[in-house]
């Protein structure tokens, strides 16, 4: 069956420019989350998703930054005006629904270089 | 190796020894636990949980221990093959949040 998946793959851009990522999650998962990783370190949480609506965007670390989704389903991160530290992997995850214990599924990534 | 700080830590073994991976986790409250296994240029993938009502699971060649005195969570893995070489987070939830280590970077070698 199908993953979650994430386009671009990789993403190069000139510093001020803006971008979108998008992710198409699992058939019939309710929560999406996007996580960002920057190199060497750890998985840092951006925004979750459950449905159409955003409960936690606590992680968001500008107002550069924004997501939105859409049907239930696929959806866009948003960085405006591209800074060189918005460089990174952004990874996007989603699971069958936020209650009890359901595992995050991975997408591959987009990895954004900003020059 | 410890899942915190910006560089990170590395456990190199030989091929056919187990593999100790640790965790310090930071929310007592946390209530389930998971070890995920990042190969270079993917995403992460599940490899196993462990809810904060148990001690220790076992899967398929590894074992995950939870210390909830200490906060102290860690994976094991026996018999390490060159395939396992990869980053290894562990990730916590507590309630709807979830949050994962920086991870330690596992090199085999033949």
């Known amino acids: 069956g199908a993953g979650v998946s994430q386009s671009p793959s990789n993403k190069v851009t000139e510093k001020g420019k803006d971008v979108e990522l998008r992710c198409d999650p699992i058939?019939?998962?309710?929560?999406l989350y996007w996580y960002r990783q920057s190199l060497g370190q750890g998985l840092e949480f951006l925004i979750y998703?459950?449905?159409?609506?955003?409960?936690?965007k606590s992680g968001l670390p500008s107002d550069r930054f924004s997501a939105e989704r859409t049907g239930g389903s696929v959806s866009t991160l948003t960085i405006q005006r591209t800074q060189q530290e918005d460089s990174a992997v952004y990874l996007c995850?989603?699971?069958?629904?936020?209650?009890?214990?359901?595992?995050?599924?991975f997408g591959p990534g987009t990895r954004l270089t900003v020059l | 190796g410890e899942s915190v700080g910006l560089h990170l830590p590395t456990l190199s073994v030989q091929e056919g020894d187990n593999s100790i991976i640790n965790c310090a986790y930071s929310?007592?409250?946390?209530?389930?636990f998971i070890w995920y296994k990042q190969e270079s240029g993917k995403g992460p993938q599940f490899i196993i949980d462990?809810?904060?009502?148990?001690d220790k699971r076992q899967g398929q060649r590894v074992t995950v221990l939870l210390n909830k005195t200490v906060k102290h969570l860690s994976l094991q893995i026996a018999a390490t093959q060159p395939g396992d070489s990869a980053v290894y987070f562990c990730?916590?939830?507590?309630?709807?949040?979830?949050?994962f280590g920086a991870g330690t970077r596992l090199t085999v070698k033949p």
């Open positions: 990730a916590e939830r507590f309630v709807d949040d979830m949050r």
């Open positions: 929310n007592s409250a946390s209530d389930y």
């Open positions: 058939s019939g998962h309710t929560a």
């Open positions: 462990i809810r904060s009502n148990m």
């Open positions: 995850a989603s699971s069958f629904g936020p209650e009890g214990y359901n595992e995050q599924f």
């Open positions: 998703f459950q449905g159409n609506s955003a409960p936690d």
